[in-house]
């Protein structure tokens, strides 16, 4: 029994490091830019601050060039159930591969709307809570948290085996798990390097460090003796 459970093990841990169970970490040695939005982003308004009757979403390109959409004909963004966020997804058949919009614009039927805003990164919420020259302006946070707890999912299903791993090593995964699980418990904002590098969160801190006490699991040879 002893030695199935070791061969399971071994190739569990092995696959781990070659697979990364639960996604890819994102590295926080490469911190993230405004980008330009593509197919499958899905763009998140926290309307707890703003309390607009209606949201809507205006893309368009820094740089310049064609828009998308033009202003009064911008999309009007979809309430999650009952909660305070709305979201926006950019889906095939805008083709919007071919405007380079990499600039967001919330606003409502009203004449309200935040300051121009760069688009980071796909999952996260932005939640307008103070003013700029008459414009609502605030922070993104991580709403989308579906990568950490999926990744916390797989983490845990080593603790079946603890009787078989180093201690150190086990107990790092436990250290990492418990860590994560209380960044998933809160409020993930997105946070600007001081020294010019992009945007990083908590978030990917978590990813990162727990992907990575999954991948430096040891089995301990002499427990199964």
């Given at each position: 029994?002893?030695?199935?459970?070791?061969l399971?093990?071994a190739?569990?841990?092995?696959?781990?490091?070659?697979?990364?169970?639960?996604?890819?970490?994102?590295?926080?040695?490469?911190?993230?830019?405004?980008?330009?939005l593509?197919?499958?982003?899905?763009?998140y308004?926290?309307?707890?601050?703003t309390n607009?009757?209606?949201v809507?979403?205006y893309?368009f390109?820094?740089s310049?060039?064609?828009?998308?959409?033009?202003?009064?004909?911008?999309?009007?963004?979809?309430?999650?159930?009952?909660?305070?966020?709305?979201?926006?997804?950019?889906?095939?058949?805008?083709?919007?591969?071919?405007?380079?919009?990499?600039?967001?614009?919330?606003?409502?039927?009203?004449?309200?709307?935040?300051?121009?805003l760069?688009?980071?990164e796909?999952?996260?919420?932005?939640?307008?809570?103070?003013?700029?020259d008459?414009?609502?302006?605030?922070?993104?946070?991580?709403?989308?948290?579906?990568?950490?707890?999926?990744l916390?999912r797989s983490a845990?299903?080593?603790?079946?085996?603890s009787?078989y791993?180093?201690?150190?090593?086990?107990?790092?995964l436990?250290a990492?798990?418990?860590?994560?699980?209380?960044?998933?418990?809160?409020e993930?904002?997105?946070?600007?390097d001081?020294?010019?590098?992009?945007f990083?969160?908590?978030?990917?801190?978590a990813?990162?460090?727990?992907?990575?006490?999954?991948?430096?699991?040891?089995?301990?040879?002499?427990?199964?003796?």
């Amino acid at each position: 029994m002893k030695k199935a459970k070791y061969l399971f093990l071994a190739l569990a841990v092995a696959l781990a490091g070659v697979f990364q169970l639960g996604g890819e970490a994102n590295a926080l040695g490469t911190y993230k830019n405004i980008r330009q939005l593509k197919t499958g982003d899905i763009i998140y308004f926290d309307n707890s601050g703003t309390n607009w009757d209606k949201v809507r979403v205006y893309l368009f390109s820094q740089s310049g060039g064609s828009e998308r959409f033009d202003w009064n004909s911008r999309p009007t963004m979809t309430q999650i159930g009952e909660t305070d966020v709305y979201k926006y997804e950019i889906t095939n058949d805008l083709d919007i591969e071919n405007y380079k919009d990499d600039y967001i614009i919330f606003s409502d039927n009203a004449g309200r709307q935040t300051i121009d805003l760069g688009f980071i990164e796909t999952g996260y919420a932005y939640l307008a809570d103070s003013e700029e020259d008459g414009k609502a302006k605030g922070y993104w946070y991580v709403y989308d948290k579906s990568e950490l707890v999926d990744l916390i999912r797989s983490a845990k299903e080593y603790e079946a085996y603890s009787d078989y791993l180093s201690s150190v090593s086990y107990d790092e995964l436990v250290a990492q798990i418990r860590n994560a699980e209380g960044v998933v418990n809160s409020e993930i904002r997105v946070k600007t390097d001081p020294n010019g590098g992009g945007f990083y969160t908590d978030f990917d801190i978590a990813l990162e460090d727990l992907q990575k006490s999954i991948d430096d699991l040891e089995i301990d040879t002499g427990k199964l003796e």
